[in-house]
């Protein structure tokens, strides 16, 4: 062999050692150290990221494809049968979620901005059976009484019990003139809510605002600004959700029934382009304060309740992604309220959503505002040396 096609091999074999070593740079944390490592790569604005009993993976992308990750691997082709989506701004397909029961009923959940005429949208929510990489029997379970350009939540949690929750946003109303009479302080639209179904798409009986005139007999809680993360720590039934500020004020609130959590009137965010306040106050009676609040913003996305056994330290910690923070926040909870809170993941990316996987890792998944292809990154933990 010639000595410059060694020398181009070793020097090409350097290349690649440094990128995998690279990407598994260690990270240091005040209780574990860990390393990130690529489970699975060339996405497209992917949103959400759901496992499935036997090993699969799916994954949402925004421009509407719902794909698959088996072994480790993006298969090439999205699964058929997801309805068309209004991929505009902020819209497109968002969430993925399997059924408590899936391995038995197949049953697959999505949330997507769905299209009303030419140029307007809302959320709405589907389930179907999820079998051969396919997906039949599609059927709308329900539908936002919503207009607006942005600002579609769409996040999905399951209690165990036989009911889901279901995130929706403000749609980007301005928060202008009289803030009470704005549509999150209306309970006539879904604007700003939570709401609660039983899995099928029924209304629970004993929803708060079932019995009040003219109000959405959906809706759980109210005074959301845009929730981009929900999850329900099964051990007590607590429901936890994280929602976008303006400039400043990103929020961790934990939800109860028929609470008001003050969007527009109260909040610590000001307006994007004058940097003047928006708000009335920061508090106020008969308005929910929040647990914790962000200022600077971070642009808050995926939650979890940390409960597996890979990073044992972090069980019933809090994860928050953040977006335009580029970081995985941690929170450590003393009953209902923040004990601290530790930055991670610092300048990986914009951090879409975050799982933590059957295996007891957490997954990150990473996105790009414009179409360049992100990763999907796992989590992993490093076990600590002494240096003498």
């Not at 072994?71 to 058929?80: F, R």
């Not at 299209?115 to 307007?120: D, L, N, V």
């Not at 330290?313 to 923070?325: D, E, K, L, P, V």
């Amino acid at each position: 062999m010639a000595r410059s096609m060694v020398r181009t091999l070793a020097l090409a074999l350097v290349l690649a050692c440094g990128t995998a070593l690279a990407a598994q740079d260690v990270f240091r944390s005040a209780l574990h150290d860990y390393r990130l490592v690529t489970y699975a790569e060339g996405l497209v604005q992917p949103w959400s990221l759901a496992f499935l009993p036997g090993g699969d993976a799916l994954v949402t992308e925004r421009p509407g494809r719902l794909r698959v990750i088996r072994q480790g691997k993006l298969l090439p082709n999205a699964v058929e049968g997801v309805p068309d989506v209004l991929h505009q701004g902020q819209g497109g397909l968002l969430e993925v979620a399997p059924h408590p029961d899936f391995a038995t009923n197949r049953m697959l959940y999505l949330t997507y901005s769905k299209p009303q005429g030419e140029k307007q949208s809302t959320t709405a929510l589907i389930r179907g059976r999820f079998e051969n990489d396919r997906l039949t029997g599609v059927q709308q379970l329900f539908e936002s009484v919503s207009r607006g350009r942005g600002h579609y939540g769409g996040k999905i949690a399951f209690d165990g019990k036989g009911f889901l929750y279901l995130t929706l946003g403000d749609r980007q109303v301005p928060p202008e003139g009289n803030l009470e009479a704005h549509p999150a302080q209306d309970l006539t639209n879904h604007h700003g809510t939570i709401v609660r179904l039983h899995d099928d798409g029924r209304v629970p009986a004993d929803n708060p605002f079932v019995n009040r005139t003219g109000a959405k007999p959906e809706i759980w809680s109210y005074g959301h600004r845009n929730v981009q993360g929900i999850a329900i720590d099964h051990a007590t039934g607590d429901v936890w959700a994280n929602e976008h500020g303006p400039q400043g004020g990103d929020e961790l609130n934990r939800i109860q029934p028929g609470k008001n959590y003050g969007w527009p009137v109260v909040g610590f965010g000001v307006n994007y382009t004058t940097g003047k306040a928006i708000h009335e106050g920061t508090l106020r009676e008969g308005m929910e304060p929040p647990t914790n609040v962000w200022v600077p913003s971070i642009g808050i996305s995926g939650l979890i309740i940390y409960t597996g056994d890979k990073f044992p330290a972090w069980r019933g910690n809090i994860f928050s992604g953040g977006m335009a923070g580029q970081q995985l926040a941690r929170l450590t909870m003393k009953g209902y309220t923040v004990a601290n809170v530790e930055t991670l993941v610092q300048g990986q990316g914009r951090i879409r959503d975050v799982r933590q996987g059957p295996d007891g890792y957490i997954y990150l998944v990473i996105e790009d505002r414009d179409v360049k292809p992100t990763s999907i990154y796992r989590m992993e933990p490093v076990e600590r040396t002494t240096v003498r």
